[in-house]
Each structure stands twice: as C-alpha cells, then as structure tokens.
C-alpha cells in the first residue's frame, strides 16, 4: 500500500514562505516522479512543480523563480520550498507520485492559506 503524507502548509502573510512535504511511504526510486499540484473550490488541480528520480524539474510558469522542488531520497521526501507567497498561490496542495506501471498515487493534500 503506497502512502503519500503532505505537510507544512498553514496560514501566512503575502510575501512569506512555506516549505511543504511530502513522504513516500517504502523507496522513493519507484515512482518515475513526484509531482506537486494545487486545487482550489470548484476548480481543477493544476500542476505546481514536478521532479523526476535523476532530480529534473518542471514549474508552472506562475511560480518560477518562487517556489523550488527537491528530494531527499534517503528521506523518501519531496520538499516545495515557497517564497514570496502570493494571495493566488492559496489552495490545498497534493502531491501525487506516478509508477510507471501501477499509475497515480494521491496523498490528502495540505492547505496553504496566504492572506494579503
């Protein structure tokens, strides 16, 4: 059974900073990546940033040069360092791991809540 727990999200002032994580339950090494998205009431969950297992990464144009993913794969950890929070950047993030051939896992998700 494949475990994904996220935290660190909470309320903070625009302009702050947060950094979320995310656990893998098992070895990390198994899933082609590890993916951040973010979702808001009634709207879909779009892709935040995302890192692969030789530790490339991808970004949504709205939070380059913002946010910042890593691993730590002793750990089994995938950290999303956010700075300079923006009001718009309040949403429930999820991070989600794909096997190339089990597919998507989905953890809960944490709420990351940045007032103006």
Known sequence: QVQL????GGLVQAGGTLRLSCVVSGNIFRFNAITWYRQTPGKQRDLVASI??????????SVKGRFTISRDNARNTVYLQMNSLKPEDTARYFCAADHFAAGRYWGQGTQVTVSS
């Open 5 to 8: 727990v996220e935290s660190g």
């Open 52 to 61: 692969t297992t030789d530790s490339s990464t991808n970004y949504a144009d």
